[in-house]
């Protein structure tokens, strides 16, 4: 595995320390990235909430949360106990400017102003504005500070534009890191080498070969304890609007003239502003979206999304989402790309499906599949490639499809980080090329808020499915319509 350079000392201060995404996701990866030597050990982190706990109360509930999400041949008594010698707490309301900022305060004391500091704000999108005027009151927004915004930015492009607006005010853009942990998907990344560093599959990489594009995002959990705010977010929000566009992007953007952050960003723009808009008009016939009832994932029975909200409560929240998108570019005309994404699916699996077009002529008896292309982002991160082969044996000319099968990490024999790893180094770094710019979250809003406001206004388009099953039939439909089919029903 490549060696991992180390980065300047730092402060992490996270705000929203408490929960579930601090506790699941950062902390495991600052400890990985320690344990990898590529943190400092005069740096710190800070954990940032309301809840008055000591710096040893935290530490205990740090302790406790990478030892239940880190995996076992990871963990280290030696260096758990190092790593939670840099972690520190300070009680904080980091929406109001009260006398509660003392206790971050009195933790930076009267050390040098050109240390890097990140701000990562895991806490509502309400609350970024709030959090920054006082930041920048309390005098903590230096040269050598940025900030990290978890998504969703906003809930449509209004609250967007005005969150954008809020932490502008106090941080300039090149300071602002806009999250989205699948950019830091080593597979994601691994698009950029597949497309730029393979001529064999650029050459083909258009309308000429590709038949149609398939992006899914499949999870067989429920809310799991997040209702209040999945249900004021739905599968739209939640997947659509950033992670899907954002890997749809990467699949369907032009050659970029370097991998300087900009040029990237810039082509993944482009794709943005390429889409087809999509008219309320439009949305019955592009869009489905589904909400699970009560059925089997696995061998186990699980309750209706309703049933997980609480008794009595009623929503029309989607938890399944099927779009049918056009890049309107010489590259793409004509090629639909299907993203998809749904909770309480029979099977965990976020992966793209590049189906080639099927041969104009045969000279065979047997009737040939077209080549396909599936590219494997979660789990057991690969590449799969199937081709036509002539069967063993016989006398004749008989064929059937075979894969050609890679699995990353038997390739490389190493661990694949988890992609906060990467991100957060990022973050110290000041590298934002894994990072969302300001254009494309709005210019992501522009195309789907339209289906949005559909959905308020077009009664009756919510359809349910049983848990564990693929989804809605409404969305075998659509893709049906232009003659494909989904992935999991033509394996």
Same mark, same amino acid.
Not at 74 to 88: K, N, P, R, S, Y
Not at 162 to 167: G, K
Not at 195 to 212: C, G, K, L, M, T
Not at 264 to 271: G, I
């Given at each position: ?8 000392? !730092? ?6 320390? &408490? ?14 990235? !320690? ?33 239940? !999400? ?14 939670? /010698? ?10 109001? =400017? ?26 509502? $999108?309400?609350?970024?504005? $709030?959090? %920054? ?8 927004? &230096? ?29 300039d853009e090149k300071k602002i890191f806009r999250i989205d942990h699948y950019l830091g998907k080593e597979t994601v ?16 990489? #258009?309308?000429? =070969? ?9 999870? &067989?959990?429920?809310?799991? /304890? ?6 004021? #977010? ?14 749809? %992007? ?15 960003? +810039? ?9 087809? $808009? ?18 089997? *994932? ?20 989607? &938890? ?35 189906? !080639? ?31 036509? +082969? ?12 075979? +894969? ?36 494309? *979250?709005?210019?992501?809003w522009t195309w789907v808020e339209p289906i949005l406001k559909a959905w308020k206004t077009q009664p009756g388009t ?9 989804? $809605?039939?409404?969305?075998r439909t659509l893709i049906r319509s232009t003659g494909h089919g989904w992935h999991e029903q033509t394996s």
């Open positions: 595995m490549p060696a991992m350079s180390t980065v300047e000392s !730092f402060d992490y201060v996270v705000f929203g320390a &408490t929960g579930d995404l601090t506790m699941r996701k950062l902390l495991p990866a600052l400890y990985h990235r !320690f344990r990898d030597k590529q943190i400092p050990s005069d740096s710190r982190i800070i954990g940032a909430a309301r809840s008055q706990l000591s710096d040893d109360d935290y530490r205990g509930r740090a302790d406790k949360a990478l030892r239940r !999400f880190v995996k076992a041949d990871a963990l280290d008594d030696a260096l758990i106990t190092q790593f939670l /010698g840099m972690v520190f707490y300070a009680s904080v309301n980091g929406a109001e =400017a009260e006398s509660s900022w003392d206790n971050l305060l009195r933790l930076f004391g009267d050390e040098v102003r050109d240390r890097i500091r990140v701000f990562y704000l895991a806490t509502s $999108p309400e609350l970024y504005g $709030p959090i %920054c005027a006082n930041l920048s009151a309390q005098g903590l927004v &230096t040269e050598a500070a940025r900030i990290v915004l978890e998504k969703p930015i906003g809930h449509d492009l209004d609250s967007a534009r005005r969150i954008n607006d809020e932490v502008g005010r106090f941080f990344q691994n698009l950029i080498a597949l497309r730029f560093a393979n001529p064999v599959f650029e050459r083909i990489w #258009s309308a000429d =070969a590709i038949d149609h594009v398939q992006i899914t995002a499949a999870e &067989t959990v429920g809310v799991e /304890g997040r209702g209040d705010y999945y249900d004021n #977010s739905g599968a739209l929000r939640d997947m659509i609007q950033n992670h899907l566009l954002q890997v749809m %992007c990467l699949v369907a953007m032009e050659p970029p003239g370097s991998l300087e952050a900009d040029d990237l960003r +810039n082509e993944k723009l482009k794709v943005l502003r390429a889409l087809k $808009p999509i008219t309320e008009a439009d949305v019955a016939h592009v869009a489905v979206r589904g909400q699970y009832g009560r059925g089997q *994932v696995g061998h186990e029975i699980v309750p209706a999304y309703l049933e997980e909200l609480g008794e009595g409560r009623q929503s029309d929240t989607e &938890t399944f989402i099927a779009i049918k998108a056009e890049v309107h570019s010489w590259r793409w005309g004509k090629v639909p790309f299907y993203l998809r994404s749904g909770k309480r699916l029979p099977a965990k699996v976020s992966e793209i499906v590049v189906q !080639f077009r099927e041969t104009p002529w045969s000279i065979f008896p047997t009737r040939l599949e077209a080549n396909r292309l599936i590219i494997r982002l979660q789990p057991e991160e690969g590449i799969q490639l199937s081709v036509m +082969n002539k069967v063993p044996g016989g006398d004749g000319m008989n064929l059937r499809p075979a +894969n050609i099968d890679v699995s990353f990490e038997q390739a490389f024999g190493a661990r694949y980080p988890d992609a906060y790893e990467r991100l957060l180094m990022d973050t110290v770094r000041g590298d934002p090329v894994l990072f969302m710019r300001r254009d494309e *979250v709005e210019a992501a919510l359809h349910h499915y049983s848990a564990g099953t693929w989804g $809605p039939e409404a969305a």
